[in-house]
């Protein structure tokens, strides 16, 4: 019902004389069968394919992002995926990209990105979702992240939605391009869907739970969560210290695979693994204790994914992990409350009120795990991680749910996390791969994971999973 | 030499005018003898004291600030404490906390605070000890532990003076005022110099390896390093995400105790100690692998605490620790370099030229470690955490030097962290008490340690060891 209505244009400092009317230039951007590209075509440009159209001269930035800002200004209104938007700067930004010299354009030269809005972006405010930092002015310097990104040559467009703090599943006015009726996950909900409609190639999140691969899943795009400590957190809303992790949104694995290389991700990685080679791979499918929580469109997702992965070659063996696993999430729990009351005590004593209630609860809780219960907590999730990687050594890749279901109805609860922090809390990379379906036609995603550290593998690995996923679709 | 000069002004933002003439204003303020105090003697007040006259209007905000401000401004042009001072600033807050009625008034009532030029203070610059946030403007919001010290009504009095990005061993022009030739240590340089010189009461500092300890003993202050994790570094400037821990100075052991009840450092922390009993107390002295490297002084300090200890009535055992334990310090280089590489990663690609050679060098290490050793170091860390905790666990507390022997002559140098790099990754509560004297008769400190969330315990011990140590002064 609600995509039949007109789509509401944004108002946060989108400046609607920067479009109209739209600037003539020249068309030399082409496709791959030689046609020229039309700007109604460039939202749906990968990052490495309009960089590279850019670094080469073929696109202006200027152009890109004014057609990017013109799709935005068609869509966001119902989607609500951001909540900044610097049009203005960005374009001032491309300009500049614009007059740079071709040897000192970087890899993601004029591509803009947006950020989830618990982590600082120079000139742009910061609101973390909550109401408590209304009146903060903009930030003074750029996250690490940001640094890195801005340092290659992106575009930082905006901040994007997210629920208050990362730290809670309610969800706000963030709509799930897919079904606009429906969650698009959270707590990287804005950066997800963004990238889901079209806005931008590439959007950055974070996952304590589960909040890149939930998100990832329910909207249909591609979400890497690197091993744990491979990027910097340091301009980043705190929720869990051991938890807390980066993570990036695209629409194909080519540009995960390039940022990953951009921001380092894994120098000292485990050995640059050989593409894979389906004939001779060994893929672990592993259920997890989560199991029961499955819908109908996971199990369907769960068969399909074991049929073309036989199909295709591969020995899958079904793997159980040991019993001991299923007090991760105890230890889990454990582990989160009492960095979470750390983190928040500044917030609850600054303004108790405004925060939400299991916000509060991490600080007012009087069934506060003792120090010893945190340590053993520590010490026991320390040692699985070791066996964890022993476990997933044993394959090329591991296979494992991402959610229980299709995003849920309603934009109320982003959804459920189960799936996801396992993965989480052992620090291994996870990585949702799209382009299954559930029952209502929309995206399940499946989560290609591995050993900590080993980035690149499940990399390649998602690069197999996705054209595999993507052979499945009916031809358009 | 130098502390025979004239003292040069302070000119980082302090308003003389502030100053002169004196407010004059009714003294109301005792001594423990019932004299009362003049403003000469304010400088040396505990923050529990201060804080206490300041709630119960037996001295002003105003007073209490202008009596330091005056104080710095005799002292800091030679010791150099402080990178940015908001006098005008403080004394408004001052202003505004002395109209505020009774019941209003926080724990840190009126307590000036110097916070350590890694820590986001708002309205504050940041500088990290380094030039390339020379352009920067003011910080839009503290960091998670500048707001909480605030909301108790502490005064954020400025920036103290930090070696860079608390990276390197590289000072810089803070002195140390016991005695001007000689570092203060680093890298929490000017929070230890401005506790020990009088100019606050309470600084906040950070430690990744001997960042906290060391000050602490070159200057003479007590110096508590929590359990990892304890505080959130939310705001704080990253090195290593493992080992990154805040910290506070004061001149006393019950200011750390008010401050750590404050904090909440230990909220489940182990059961709440009894006052430690000197007849019934077991301590373990530990050496430590690095005692090769015990100077004349620290042997000397150890061979007394020993007496004493023994004197007071306490079960004094020497504990070796077992040989896996050599291997910490290995793999801690494997974890700080990792995650140092993390860390740095966007200042490199912003401004390598700026940055000090060992910083750069994270980054373009060639002998990188593989992701496959940072595992292992981690997880045998992990292990070792968790036998470091039985170990510790025997006895009321462990005493360990905190550093080869006085401050060494000369600024270049902030001296080395060998003794206090094992306790901070092993996330261990580490606590520098002062009070004996080295050859020179300058202050050596001796760390006091236990298992991880023994905070309250060896905050007890601290209290103990303070009081033997003090008896063993000639009197004044």
New interface residues.
């Given amino acids: 019902m609600l995509a039949s209505e007109a789509l509401v244009p944004v108002s946060n400092g989108f400046p609607a004389s920067a479009l109209s009317p739209p600037r003539s230039q020249p068309t030399l951007a082409y496709d791959e069968r030689g046609k020229p590209l039309t700007d109604a075509e460039l939202p749906s440009l990968s990052a490495g394919k309009a960089s590279c159209l850019m670094r080469s001269g073929q696109m202006t930035a200027q152009r890109y992002i004014l057609s990017l800002l013109s799709h935005i200004n068609q869509r966001d209104g119902h989607i609500q995926a951001w909540v900044f938007l610097d049009a203005k700067g960005a374009i001032n930004q491309a300009k500049t990209l614009d007059e740079l010299a071709p040897e000192q354009r970087g890899p993601l030269h004029g591509v803009p990105v947006g950020i989830k809005d618990i982590i600082a972006v120079k000139g742009m405010p ?1 609101r973390y979702g909550s109401t408590i ?1 209304d009146d ?7 996250a ?2 940001v ?2 990104l801005r ?2 040559g992106a575009i930082i467009l905006g901040k994007t939605a997210t629920t208050e703090f990362a730290a809670t599943s309610r969800g706000g006015s963030c709509r799930n391009p897919r079904d606009l009726s429906r969650t698009p996950g959270g707590s990287s909900s804005g950066s997800a869907a963004a990238v889901a409609d079209g806005h931008v190639p590439i959007a950055v999140g974070t996952q304590t739970g589960g909040s890149m691969i939930r998100p990832g899943s329910f909207t249909g795009t591609f979400a890497l969560k690197p ?1 744990w ?6 301009g980043v ?2 929720f869990s ?2 938890c807390d992790t980066l993570g990036f949104y695209t629409r194909n694995m080519d540009d995960l695979s390039l940022l990953s290389q951009i ?2 991700i ?5 050995n640059i693994p050989p593409p894979l080679r389906p004939s001779s791979c060994r893929v672990a499918l592993i259920r997890s204790p989560m199991w029961p929580k499955a819908g109908p469109g996971t199990r369907g997702a769960w068969e399909q994914a074991d049929r073309v992965l036989q199909q295709a070659g591969a020995t899958v063996v079904h793997v159980e992990l040991p019993n001991v696993f299923n007090r991760c999430y105890d230890w889990r729990e454990t582990i989160v409350s ?2 979470a ?3 928040f ?3 609850y ?2 303004a108790k009120e405004q925060l939400h209630s299991s916000i509060r609860k991490y600080v007012e809780s009087k069934e ?8 053993e907590a ?2 026991c999730i ?2 699985l ?2 066996r964890w ?1 022993k476990i997933a050594g044993e394959f090329d890749f591991v296979l494992t749910p991402s959610v229980p279901d299709e995003a849920p109805v309603g934009l109320e609860w982003t959804g459920s996390s189960a799936f996801c922090t396992l993965w989480t809390i052992l620090h291994a990379p996870a990585l949702n791969v799209p382009g299954l379906v559930g029952d209502s036609g929309l995206p399940i995603g499946l989560t290609v994971t591995g ?4 980035d690149r593998s499940i990399l390649e690995a998602g690069k197999f999973v996705g054209e595999l996923f993507e052979d499945l679709q009916p031809a358009p």
């Fill in positions: 910061t930092h903060d002015g903009p930030a003074l310097a750029d690490a992240i640094s890195i340092s290659t091993t400590g491979a990027l910097s957190t340091e809303g705190r210290i051991s921001v380092r894994s120098p000292g990685s485990r009492s960095e009351r750390a983190a005590l500044p917030r004593l600054q506060y795990p003792s120090g010893e219960a945190v340590c520590y010490d320390g040692q991680r070791n990687d050993p900590r550290s080993a």
